[in-house]
């Protein structure tokens, strides 16, 4: 089998000729790669295309209609209003626990936030001094007792003898002065014996007297034994001076609470008016708020509150407000109130930082809308945007209670309409939007 022999490219070329070169034909450019330039000059413009189209249903609403804006809802429901602020525990009272003698503390048996009962020692100063000059009084009260059992038992029986005595002397004095007048008369003696026997008759007289006389102050309402009763009772005044000294030296709680400062340690010098400790007594406990005073119109005592201590944000517990202060704070422009707390929980600790929600005022099926929503509220001409459609539109309301999140509306909503936050940001009256209702405020 034979293959034919291609003609060589120079066979297939034309004869050469003396006259001008003739034109080179262009080849014409394959159909493929026409189609792959189109591709590539209109590709650019049909994904723009592509894409513009797959945005239609996006961008279509937002061009018709308007952003896509929360808004809240108004709500048909029972309504509380509640003024809430915040404040601390407080005792009614605190006790300052300090001395009321120069001294040394020897011992402070108690710590700083601990439970004591009454009577408890709580500083221990040294007692020495106080001590023997408690004895020394002790001794003077003997001494005045003894002093009055020697009048009793002695002086006045030696008194009572002595009277006796002067009275048997008068007598013989008395019988020898008559015998002697008689014999006077007689003639037997003269008028100078006579003059002697008088005088012992006077003598007499004045020695019972005399012995009358102190008789009579060692009786309980003479002279010597008032003298002694009134030593005695000097002498007790001052005993009881120095014992009531001696118990300054052991300071105790006044009333049963909790220790809730704590200023002396062993070996410390103490002396009157520096506070050593701090008690906060047992019993009612109370809760001291500061309300703005805007909200004291609301306020009466006897109202109900619920309160929540910070440290246990989950766990409330019922209080009562008995107490509002009739000054103002001028730089707070607040209210002090106090509650009490009459089943205070356990954990409740002094000086506390607590939530408080006094109830003040409750509507049945009340129209709410939330504070966030209404405009001007303050000044007096509250409004709200009101989603009408697809647009929002201004609408006046009237407002009565306020509660924390909400409001009541009186007038000028119902429940089930739109309103637009007026925190939302480039929405005005006559904007465009979609509103997408939120959660309603609890």
Not at 247 to 268: F, K, M, N, Q, W
Not at 367 to 396: F, N
């Amino acid at each position: 089998m034979y293959r034919t022999a291609s003609p060589s490219p120079l066979e297939l070329a034309p004869p050469a000729s003396s006259g001008p070169a003739p034109a080179l034909a262009v080849a014409p450019v394959p159909a493929r790669h026409r189609v792959r330039e189109a591709l590539r000059r209109y590709g650019l413009f049909a994904l723009l295309a592509v894409f513009g189209i797959a945005l239609i249903p996006w961008g279509a609403p937002r061009l018709l209609y308007g952003p896509r804006i929360d808004v809240d809802p108004v709500i048909r429901r029972d309504f509380v209003q509640s003024v809430v602020a915040s404040g601390h525990v407080e005792a009614p009272h605190r006790v300052s626990i300090g001395t009321q003698v120069v001294g040394t503390a020897r011992s402070v048996p108690v710590q700083e936030g601990q439970v004591v009962r009454e009577g408890q020692v709580l500083v221990a100063l040294d007692s020495a001094e106080l001590e023997a000059t408690a004895a020394q009084a002790d001794a003077a009260v003997l001494q005045a007792q003894a002093r009055i059992r020697q009048l009793r038992e002695v002086q006045a029986p030696i008194a009572e003898q002595a009277m006796r005595q002067a009275r048997i002397n008068l007598a013989n004095a008395q019988a020898q002065q008559r015998r002697n007048a008689e014999l006077a008369r007689q003639g037997f003696i003269g008028q100078a014996a006579l003059d002697d026997f008088d005088k012992v008759v006077s003598l007499a007289q004045a020695q019972l007297i005399s012995a009358t006389s102190q008789l009579a102050t060692t009786r309980a309402d003479g002279s010597d034994y008032a003298v002694a009763a009134t030593a005695l009772a000097q002498a007790r005044a001052s005993a009881q001076a120095a014992h009531a000294r001696l118990s300054y030296a052991s300071i105790v709680a006044p009333v049963a609470g909790t220790l809730i400062d704590r200023a002396v340690e062993p070996g410390d010098v103490v002396q009157p008016g520096k506070a050593l400790m701090v008690l906060s007594p047992s019993g009612a406990t109370q809760l001291v708020v500061q309300i703005d005073e805007k909200n004291l119109q609301l306020l009466a005592p006897g109202q109900a509150a619920l309160v929540s201590a910070d440290a246990y944000a989950d766990q409330r517990f019922a209080a009562m407000l008995v107490y509002i202060n009739p000054g103002v704070d001028v730089q707070r422009g607040s209210v002090e109130v106090k509650l009490d707390v009459p089943q205070p929980p356990a954990y409740l600790r002094q000086d506390m930082t607590v939530s408080v929600d006094i109830q003040v005022a409750s509507r049945h099926d009340a129209v709410l809308v939330p504070t966030q929503s209404v405009r001007q509220a303050e000044r007096g001409q509250p409004w709200v945007l009101k989603v009408d459609g697809h647009r929002a539109r201004r609408q006046p309301i009237r407002l009565g209670m306020r509660s924390g999140s909400m409001s009541e509306v009186l007038e000028g909503l119902q429940p089930g309409d739109l309103v637009v936050p007026a925190a939302a940001n480039g929405i005005v009256e006559g904007s465009r939007l979609r509103g997408v209702p939120a959660r309603p405020a609890p």
